[in-house]
């Protein structure tokens, strides 16, 4: 097995990267359906979903909008619980069909605590779309529209996700090894 360190840490390959991009086309493809003529806003949450977010966005072929919104509730390989804002959003929601755009939902608490302001702004529709949902570890009822796949409630890396900024650059999904196993 190719094993990495990051922090001192070990992970191990989990997701490749050719699977990941089945799933990125195949929800593409689902958007492309669902919302043709409609001219979507997509807001991809920084950090994790860069990566998700622009292989998306290049696999649509419809007439689409994207933003992005700075929210972070993690820190190491916890998540903290307090989701803090750092950019906002210049756009205006009100009539606009949103799709909301995540890397992970883990506890639900970033959507949780964000979702509310946007429906606030009467959007004509609001849908999430996330890569990856940890059903183990929600503790709020948050539903997915469109998802790539759902893991266990390990820490993951790679594609976007982080371990205290580092290793965003990999192509492919690591999930860290349980040491003393
Ligand atoms: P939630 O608020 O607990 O749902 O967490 C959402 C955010 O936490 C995601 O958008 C990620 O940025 C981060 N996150 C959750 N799980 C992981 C993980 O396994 N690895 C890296 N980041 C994660
Ligand atoms: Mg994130």
Do not use: C, W
Request: proline fraction near 3%; aromatic fraction near 10%; avoid cysteine.
């Amino acid at each position: 097995m190719d094993f990495i360190e990051v922090n001192n840490r070990k992970f191990t390959p989990y997701i490749l990267h050719d699977d990941i991009q089945k799933e990125v086309s195949r929800i593409a493809a689902e958007i492309d359906r669902d919302y043709k003529g409609k001219r979507p806003l997509f807001i991809s949450i920084l950090n994790g979903s860069f990566m998700f977010a622009s292989d998306l966005f290049k696999h649509l072929t419809i007439e689409a909008e994207i933003s992005f919104i700075k929210l972070a509730s993690y820190k190491g390989t916890r998540s903290t619980g307090q989701v803090i804002t750092s950019i906002g959003l210049d756009e205006s929601l009100k009539g606009r069909h949103i799709v909301i755009l995540e890397d992970i939902v883990d506890t639900g608490k970033t959507l949780h605590s964000f979702l509310p302001s946007l429906s606030d702004q009467n959007p004509a529709s609001l849908r999430v779309a996330s890569l990856l949902h940890k059903p183990e570890a929600l503790e709020h009822k948050i539903t997915i529209d469109y998802l790539g796949f759902s893991v266990p409630n390990k820490f993951l890396l790679g594609y976007g996700l982080d371990f205290d900024g580092l290793a965003r650059n990999l192509k492919d999904i690591y999930q860290l090894v349980d040491e003393g196993k």
